[in-house]
């Protein structure tokens, strides 16, 4: 009798300690830090782009000599420092129509370039339809050897604000990133066996190529790039105490789509498009809730340093609008682009 107690104890003891870990289970919190992050959805640049730049039509003050108009319609004028300033990137400039393709020296040719392009493109048919997508157009040479075409945008994607304030994650930039784990790219494909390489770069403006894969597909795919360095397992990670401020947390900014035509691949168009990128990642700094004080608010030593870069890029991007300014005179065409959707660039219809 008293061995059947005993049993009958342990029974209902092993049914309560099965409820209470279940019930442990469930309340465990189930983020473990990785996050998953859209780098850049095209359906939606163009309209979230943040622009650092001034609003147009708004007036230089002498706290803010970058606060001119957005543009001289009568060209940039003989004091080039002051254009620098005046001649800033609009929302406009960052549009899908208006990205570029560039060719490798040995395939930087005319033909090449002429008939090369991109533009917002709109699925029609399925579940997406009236979704907006990069698309791009891309002739490669005839001769048999490595072509690459790289995708990126006129100008630089900007990261900061003249507040020093990070800007434009997720279009255009992941934040806080520690570890990489996946990274994966939508894409639409025409059964070329073509390569495709997403390009980003990090805070150090240093250049990552990742390899996404081949485009002999149709239709669309996601294309996934794993880390095979990764550990899933804490215990097996190496454990480190990471700086903290005034260090940058680090980040990824789009930079560009590598398309890698090989010896024998396929010689003349080709066209490709993209919805977006996303980023699986560990996060690096996961302290900033719980300091009592807020050392950017006391110090300003990041906002300083960031500054000085947004106002480099501003002038790196004021240059090239310039150049672009000048080029459009020269062709009787008016200094503005015409907006989205009415772009200058036509592909010849006697092409053969």
């Known amino acids: 009798m008293k061995?059947?107690?005993?049993?009958?104890?342990?029974?209902?003891?092993?049914?309560?300690?099965?409820?209470?870990?279940a019930n442990g289970d469930k309340n465990k919190k189930k983020d473990t830090g990785k996050r998953n992050t859209t780098l850049i959805d095209f359906n939606t640049f163009e309209k979230e782009y943040e622009n650092p730049y001034p609003k147009e039509g708004a007036k230089t003050t002498k706290a803010d000599?970058?606060?001119?108009?957005?543009?001289?319609?009568?060209?940039p004028s003989d004091d080039w420092s002051d254009d620098l300033n005046k001649y800033f990137v609009t929302k406009e400039d960052m549009a899908l129509d208006h990205w570029k393709v560039e060719f490798n020296s040995s395939s930087n040719t005319y033909a090449n370039r002429k008939?090369?392009?991109?533009?917002?493109a709109t699925i029609a048919r399925g579940s997406r339809k009236g979704e907006n997508v990069l698309g791009a157009r891309i002739?490669?040479?005839?001769?048999?050897?490595?072509?690459?075409?790289?995708?990126?945008?006129?100008?630089?994607?900007?990261?900061?604000?003249?507040?020093?304030?990070?800007?434009?994650?997720?279009?255009?930039?992941?934040?806080?990133?520690?570890?990489?784990?996946?990274?994966?790219?939508?894409?639409s494909g025409r059964n070329y066996n073509n390569r495709l390489i997403l390009r980003v770069t990090n805070q150090h403006r240093e250049i990552k190529d990742y390899f996404m894969g081949y485009l002999n597909f149709v239709g669309w795919r996601k294309l996934v790039w794993k880390n095979s360095y990764y550990i899933g397992n804490v215990d097996q990670r190496r454990a480190f105490k990471p700086r903290l401020y005034p260090t940058e947390t680090p980040y990824f900014k789009f930079h560009s789509f590598v398309i890698t035509r090989m010896e024998d691949g396929a010689r003349g168009d080709f066209v490709v498009y993209?919805?977006?990128?996303?980023?699986?990642y560990d996060r690096s700094n996961v302290f900033d809730d719980q300091l009592s004080v807020d050392d950017e608010k006391e110090w300003g030593i990041r906002r300083h340093e960031?500054?000085?870069?947004?106002?480099?890029?501003?002038?790196?991007?004021?240059?090239?609008?310039?150049?672009r300014i000048i080029e459009r005179k020269r062709m009787g065409l008016n200094a503005e682009p015409k907006p989205t959707g009415t772009s200058?660039?036509?592909?010849?219809p006697n092409k053969p």
């Open 3 to 21: 061995r059947i107690l005993v049993i009958g104890v342990i029974l209902i003891l092993g049914m309560v300690s099965i409820v209470f870990s």
């Open 65 to 75: 000599p970058s606060a001119s108009k957005a543009t001289d319609k009568k060209g």
């Open 115 to 120: 008939y090369s392009l991109t533009k917002r």
């Open 139 to 187: 002739h490669f040479p005839s001769h048999r050897f490595i072509s690459h075409a790289i995708i990126s945008p006129m100008y630089e994607i900007m990261e900061y604000n003249d507040k020093g304030d990070k800007i434009n994650i997720g279009k255009g930039v992941v934040d806080n990133v520690y570890q990489i784990k996946e990274i994966s790219v939508e894409v």
């Open 274 to 280: 993209f919805k977006k990128v996303e980023f699986i």
């Open 306 to 323: 960031f500054v000085k870069r947004i106002n480099y890029l501003k002038k790196k991007n004021a240059d090239r609008k310039i150049l």
């Open 344 to 348: 200058d660039k036509k592909t010849d």
